[in-house]
T-cell receptor, first 118, second 114 residues
Framework: GAVVSQHPSWVICKSGTSVKIECRSLDFQATTMFWYRQFPKQSLMLMATSNEGSKATYEQGVEKDKFLINHASLTLSTLTVTSAHPEDSSFYIC??????????????FGPGTRLLVL | GENVEQHPSTLSVQEGDSAVIKCTYSDSASNYFPWYKQELGKGPQLIIDIRSNVGEKKDQRIAVTLNKTAKHFSLHITETQPEDSAVYFCAASKRSGGYQKVTFGTGTKLQVIP
């Protein structure tokens, strides 16, 4: 299979605090994971590409110091939203590729994490 | 960069009718075109995909067609059911910087009326 999980599913925090979101590939190893952000009634926008054992690659306009990504193992990537503000409230979704059983193009998505910053 | 346009933004059909969603892309280097279904509050689920060396692919009630020359591809759902109601995203993917970079369309909210 190609199951991706995220934790937590939703989080509410105060402005100025940091929030960590975990993305796990449950039944396969993922050398590459992707982090997306989705605002209400909008499409998914790629934020960064997470690589196991190396630095993440951020898309243009995404602040690397604000959205810290760590891909410490082949099954876990974390996204930390530092000093969160209300405008960071969004639906954050990760995806991963299973290179062993699927073509490298196919991405499988997690269930998403809804972040609300008060 | 790649630009993917998707139409219509909303679509209502009667149960049992067919639904068609169309997308266009701009970058001729794109070679992989997945379609995702997203239910409210959930992550996108891959429902079908097509590669640039194929013109059509079918999986039960779902089919996708690709016209590389015109740079457009379409999703066809036949015999629609209420559980097909969701937001559907098309996407175009190409190799960029060592990865397959995916660009999503703007989404189509499909409502199947019982």
């Amino acid at each position: 299979g190609a199951v991706v999980s995220q934790h937590p599913s939703w989080v509410i925090c105060k402005s100025g605090t940091s929030v960590k979101i975990e993305c796990r590939s449950l039944d396969f190893q993922a050398t590459t994971m992707f982090w997306y952000r989705q605002f209400p009634k909008q499409s998914l926008m790629l934020m960064a590409t997470s690589n196991e054992g190396s630095k993440a690659t951020y898309e243009q306009g995404v602040e690397k110091d604000k959205f810290l990504i760590n891909h410490a193992s082949l099954t876990l990537s974390t996204l930390t939203v530092t000093s969160a503000h209300p405008e960071d409230s969004s639906f954050y979704i990760c995806s991963a590729r299973n290179l062993i059983t699927h073509m490298e193009e196919t991405q499988y998505f997690g269930p998403g994490t809804r972040l609300l910053v008060l | 960069g790649e630009n993917v346009e998707q139409h219509p933004s909303t679509l209502s059909v009667q149960e049992g009718d067919s639904a068609v969603i169309k997308c266009t892309y701009s970058d001729s280097a794109s070679n992989y075109f997945p379609w995702y279904k997203q239910e409210l509050g959930k992550g996108p689920q891959l429902i079908i995909d097509i590669r640039s060396n194929v013109g059509e692919k079918k999986d039960q009630r779902i089919a996708v067609t690709l016209n590389k020359t015109a740079k457009h591809f379409s999703l066809h759902i036949t015999e629609t059911q209420p559980e097909d109601s969701a937001v559907y995203f098309c996407a175009a993917s190409k190799r960029s910087g060592g990865y397959q970079k995916v660009t999503f369309g703007t989404g189509t909210k499909l409502q199947v009326i019982p």
